[in-house]
């Protein structure tokens, strides 16, 4: 994703869009929507992926009915009745495709219309668009479904029948469900009703409208499998000892420990990588050198614990049980953990990670998310840490990991009565913030003046 564009939704009131890069750290004070945005993020993914209602209350966010998304203005005006986002993204090209040359390496942009349907809020429309090429499905309130599409040369809709709509499994992703609709019209366009005084549509439109919605599906972007990562702000606590139980992902990182005493009996290569990534990123942080997991049985299924230690100058250190180290590594451990799995999360949604952290290990943080952070992953950060965001700012300075100044954005968050405005802000190549409003760091720059008695 390269932009989140909102509307009414919570406490953003104006249309606003907000630049993403791989690495994408939200700051601001607290209550200035940044977790909405992170919950928002997901629920699109969920919209264009899997062409589902999302659950704007699934753990770890809980933004509360259609009441509490829309945004309410004062007065007469009231609540709003829907509130939209959308998202751009570019697709890459792949070998052996023809066809894909109509979409890669240009700026689709998929939105969404979200209303009410009793208390919650269900997308009633959606529109995916590539330069003058648009396709866009309504649901309207007797739930019916109508497909409209346009060109340069006019637009066009078309009614879903019931039978089509219901041969249409429940998991298919929005560009295979908009694909089925367009393929599965009778012979002919006897079915296709143009609007706006348009004329009847041409096989040459029919055609870039069907690239349109299959280039996009065929980039891969719309039809990833991996939803994005969503961590809770709070990690679980640890435990002196581990029962082996399903390591399912889970935000709040439950998981983590039975996930590295899985790859520890089962795949030892796995956990070989994993562990040598851990402790580099424990020896940076000076956190911990080694990192263990200590079986008390001789198989998986039985209990486990997990150990650390420091190594000294001379000599390594004790191994210590988990719960009787720092509190911030048991906190820390399950995001590093997530960021160094062998999967294709595409998007990581991370809230405070640095909890718990000393400032250089916080520090250290902005480093791994630096080189975690790629073209085809993306790492989105909430956060209050200075030395978090400095270090960032440092890496791109010096051009590591071959980080460039517009492969990080920093998405200020600045309350204005009971609005939000979002800024984009930009790093130069030497790590200093463009583009930032008079707003920014007014706090640190009024106490750094009265310490020193100005």
Avoid at 135 to 162: C, M, Q, Y
Avoid at 355 to 367: D, E, I, K, N, T
Wanted: with cysteine; proline share 7%.
């Amino acid at each position: 994703m390269e932009q989140i564009r909102l509307k009414n939704f919570r406490c953003f009131r104006e249309a606003q869009a907000a630049r993403l890069a791989p690495l994408t750290l939200l700051v601001g004070e607290n209550s200035t929507g940044k977790t909405s945005f992170m919950a928002l993020i997901r629920a699109l993914w969920d919209v264009a992926h899997r062409r589902a209602v999302p659950g704007f209350k699934e753990p770890p966010y809980d933004l509360g009915s259609f009441d509490e998304m829309a945004h309410y203005r004062k007065g007469k005006t009231g609540r709003a009745v829907s509130f939209e986002a959308g998202f751009d993204v570019t697709p890459l090209a792949s070998s052996g495709q023809d066809r894909e040359k109509d979409a890669a390496g240009r700026l689709h942009h998929f939105d969404v219309t979200f209303s009410r349907r009793g208390t919650i809020p269900i997308p009633s429309k959606w529109r995916l668009a590539c330069e003058d090429v648009w396709i866009e499905e309504r649901l309207n309130k007797d739930s019916s479904r109508w497909i409209h599409f346009g060109t340069a040369n006019g637009e066009w809709r078309r009614k879903v029948p019931a039978d089509v709509e219901a041969g249409i499994p429940a998991d298919f992703q929005i560009v295979t469900s908009l694909s089925w609709y367009l393929t599965t019209a009778p012979h002919g366009n006897t079915d296709i009703q143009p609007l706006a005084d348009s004329p009847s549509i041409s096989e040459q439109d029919r055609g870039r409208i069907n690239r349109l919605v299959l280039g996009s599906g065929l980039h891969g972007f719309f039809l990833t499998e991996q939803r994005p990562f969503a961590s809770a702000p709070v990690r679980s606590k640890p435990r002196r000892t581990y029962d082996p139980s399903r390591p399912s992902r889970e935000p709040e990182g439950e998981n983590v420990p039975m996930y590295l005493s899985t790859a520890f009996f089962e795949d030892k290569k796995s956990w070989a990588a994993l562990k040598n990534a851990l402790e580099e990123f424990g020896h940076d942080a000076g956190l911990f050198d080694e990192i263990s997991v200590r079986p008390l049985g001789k198989r998986g299924s039985e209990p486990f614990q997990m150990h650390v230690r420091k190594f000294g100058r001379r000599a390594k250190g004790p191994m210590r049980n988990l719960i009787d180290v720092g509190y911030g590594v048991s906190q820390v451990l399950p995001v590093v953990t997530e960021l160094f799995r062998d999967n294709e999360t595409p998007i990581f949604l991370l809230q405070q990670p640095e909890v718990h952290l000393h400032p250089s290990a916080q520090a250290a943080l902005g480093s791994l998310f630096c080189r975690i952070a790629e073209e085809h992953r993306q790492v989105v950060v909430e956060t209050h840490s200075d030395h978090l965001l400095d270090r960032v700012r440092m890496d791109v300075r010096d051009g590591r990991p071959r980080l460039k100044p517009e492969d990080v954005s920093i998405l200020f968050f600045e309350r204005s009565d009971l609005d939000v405005r979002i800024h984009s802000l930009r790093l130069d190549r030497q790590g200093n913030i463009l583009d930032a409003p008079p707003s920014y760091r007014r706090f640190f720059m009024n106490e750094t003046r009265r310490s020193l008695g100005l």
